[in-house]
């Protein structure tokens, strides 16, 4: 199993004619992904042709839809139109909408998270790396990738993988993958301050998932997400957990790298939600280079073999 996509998972892309969206869709057709419909206004009636796959374009993400039964929506749509391409998404009724999109107005974002209350459509993102569940084929192919994610580095397996930072998604995976540790499910919810999907939203889901049988969590400084998923684990969750949280030499007041990693008070800072994710019995790594072995000791802790 895995969360929030499977292999036969269909996928629109908006933004597939851009340079972003369609080296992306491309990657994303080599790693066996279902993409099955393409969006961009005026570009209808067109095709996107890669080793034999003929994706149709639409002018609208309900068309494509209706036309071929897509439920998920990555969007590689310019940060000023986004907001406007994440609601399409929402109009349409999808399952789903994943924004890949950096730099989309707070306003914006507000403006869409209150436009989404109610709706039925998740939003993972904006600014985000994406979701990967990797497949069984060589270097994990016939899986399904959605962003900007390295395919190849994931492996099929067991451990779901939750960050607000592409990078070290990536890293996490990476060291799994090289000690033969395999993935259910990588998910990147984005460092926006005013995101869809959080922490405890993804955690919620691995902790409910049969074949994820432990989780690493990777937060940074900004906010109280990950102190909220914290405190859900302690209380809920009896799989192992490793954390590791970024950002231990940031001075306050300065923003560092994504827009909400910025210390606004004693309960942002690294030291602190390391200090409650030691609290709440979640196995801290001292460094982005120890997520993997600090997953391990936590599963060695509650007697879960790793594989």
């Known amino acids: 199993m895995s969360i929030l996509i499977t292999p036969e998972t269909k996928i629109l892309v908006q933004g597939i004619t851009g340079a972003f ?4 869709a491309q990657l994303s ?22 080793k034999g796959a003929k994706v149709p374009i639409f002018d609208t993400v309900s068309e494509a839809a209706k036309k071929t ?20 998404c929402v ?8 924004a890949i999109t950096e730099g989309i107005p707070i306003k914006d974002m507000i403006r869409v998270k209150r436009a989404m209350s109610g709706s039925s459509t998740r939003l993972v993102g904006p600014n985000c790396p994406g979701i990967v569940t990797p497949g069984t084929g060589k270097d994990s192919n016939g899986g399904c990738r959605i962003g900007i994610a390295p395919g190849y580095i994931h492996k099929k397996g067991h451990v779901g993988v939750v960050s607000r930072s592409g990078t070290l998604t990536y890293e996490a995976v ?4 090289t000690k033969g540790i395999g993935q259910s499910t990588s998910v990147g919810i984005g460092g926006d301050p005013v995101n869809g999907t959080s ?3 993804v955690i919620k889901l691995f902790n409910a998932d049969p074949d994820t049988h432990a989780i690493i969590l990777i937060g940074e400084i900004g906010g109280n997400a990950e102190v909220e998923a914290a405190r859900w684990i302690k209380a809920n969750c009896k799989k192992p957990v490793a954390g590791f949280i ?17 210390v606004g008070g004693a309960e942002d ?7 409650v994710f030691q609290e709440c019995g979640i196995e801290v790594a001292a460094t982005p280079s120890d997520m993997a072995d600090a997953l391990l000791r936590a599963a060695k802790a509650k007697g879960v073999t790793l594989s």
């Open 69 to 88: 039964g897509a439920t998920v929506s990555v969007i590689f749509v310019p940060p000023p139109f986004a907001g406007d391409a994440i609601l399409e």
């Open 29 to 50: 057709l080599d790693y066996g992904t279902r993409v099955v419909a393409g969006v961009t206004p005026g570009k209808g009636g067109q095709f996107f042709e890669h």
């Open 199 to 201: 922490h405890l939203d």
């Open 269 to 275: 800072t690294a030291a602190a939600k390391i200090a």
């Open 246 to 262: 970024a950002g231990a030499t940031a001075p306050a007041g300065r923003r560092m790298g994504h827009a909400g990693a910025i």
């Open 174 to 177: 990476f060291q799994l993958t």
């Open 91 to 98: 109009d349409a009724g999808l399952d789903l909408a994943v």
């Open 21 to 24: 969206g369609a080296k992306h």
